[in-house]
C-alpha cells in the first residue's frame, strides 16, 4: 500500500512522546487542570464547550496566509519545535486530517469541521495556506494530529484511524 504521506517515521515516533509530555503544559491552556487526557477528560473537555475557554477562540484565533504549505506561519517562530513539527505535519496530510474530528469542543464552539481546521483554515485553489493558531493553545488537538499521522505512516487505513481516534477519545 503507498502511502501519500511523507514524513520521518523517526521524527513522529519521537514526537508522541514530546506531545505527550506537552500535553501536561498545554492542557492548562484549554482548562485540563494541567494533565494529560484521560478519555473521560477528553469527552468532558468536548462537552464542556464554552466553560473550558473554547467559546471565545472564535475571536481570539490567529489566522495567517501563507504562499504554499511549506512556508510555516509566523504565529509559530515562538512556540515548541514539537509544535511546529506538527503543524508541518498537518499540511502534508491535510486528506486525512480533514476525515478526524476534534474532541476539545472546537467543532461545536468554534465551527471547526474536523481536527485540520484546528491548524489549517483553508488550503484555496492556488496553493496559499490560511493557517489557524489554535492547535498552539490546545493538547487535544495536537494529540489527535499526531496520532492520526503516526497511524497513517504505520500504514493503517483512513477509516481504522478515525475509529481509533473515536475510540481514544470516548465515542465509538
Not at 52 to 65: F, K, L, P, S, V
Not at 77 to 90: K, L
Amino acid at each position: 500500500m503507498s502511502n501519500p504521506i511523507s514524513f520521518p517515521r523517526k521524527a513522529l515516533r519521537r514526537l508522541l512522546p514530546i506531545v505527550s509530555l506537552s500535553l501536561i503544559l498545554l492542557m492548562t491552556a484549554c482548562g485540563g487542570g494541567g494533565s494529560a487526557p484521560s478519555n473521560d477528560d477528553a469527552m468532558n473537555h468536548a462537552e464542556s464547550g464554552a466553560q473550558d475557554g473554547h467559546g471565545d477562540h472564535a475571536t481570539t484565533d490567529i489566522q495567517e496566509e501563507t504562499a504554499s504549505a511549506s512556508e510555516l506561519p509566523k504565529f509559530l517562530d515562538n512556540q515548541p519545535e514539537q509544535v511546529r513539527i506538527i503543524y508541518t505535519a498537518t499540511a502534508k496530510a491535510t486528506d486525512l486530517l480533514s476525515q478526524m474530528p476534534c474532541y476539545c469542543g472546537c467543532m461545536k464552539n468554534v465551527g471547526h469541521k474536523s481536527n485540520l481546521n484546528c491548524f489549517i483554515k483553508e488550503v484555496r485553489k492556488e496553493g496559499t495556506i490560511l493557517w489557524d493558531d489554535h492547535a498552539t493553545r490546545c493538547g487535544v488537538c495536537l494529540q489527535i494530529a499526531a496520532e492520526s499521522i503516526s497511524m497513517k505512516v504505520e500504514g493503517k487505513s483512513d477509516e481504522d484511524i478515525r475509529k481509533s481516534i473515536d475510540e481514544m477519545y470516548g465515542r465509538s
